[in-house]
């Protein structure tokens, strides 16, 4: 698989789930093990542009494929937009589950932009609702964080959502 931009070779049992293969064969510990049941998001990478849970997947099941984690997300030294925006925003307290929020949250935009509709919306694919509030912590739902830094991470998402815009 390709993780973070390089080549990986990984030779696993196949019930070894991705994020144990990233964390324990890798050495990339940015992706948390939380819940271990897929509930916290804490896990969360992106794989082929889409954000998964790492502790659900198997690591056999993305095999060829791109997988990024928090550790590929900034450009070098250079921080990724929402990781800059996070820190401006106070969008974490402890840090635990930074990394899945930060993943998540930037394949949530691409999924926005994409077209891809929610609970709040109710549009078809294609509509631009926009993101309210609401619509950022429905399409945020599936990561927790326990420290409640949620308005944080909501500031941060709509900080970059504007940058995005202009």
Known sequence: MRVNGVVEKLDVEPWVSLLDALRDHLGLTGPKKGCDQGAC??????????????CLALAVQYAGKEI????????????????????RHDGFQCGYCTSGQICSAVAMLAEHAAGMPSAVTGTPAGHDAGLSDEEIRERMSGNLCRCGAYNGIVDAIKDVAGQEAR
């Open 41 to 54: 998001g804490a896990c969360t990478v992106i794989a082929g542009g889409v954000r998964i849970n790492a």
């Open 68 to 87: 990024t984690t928090i550790e590929g997300i900034a450009q070098g030294e250079d921080l990724h937009p929402m990781q800059a925006a996070f820190i």
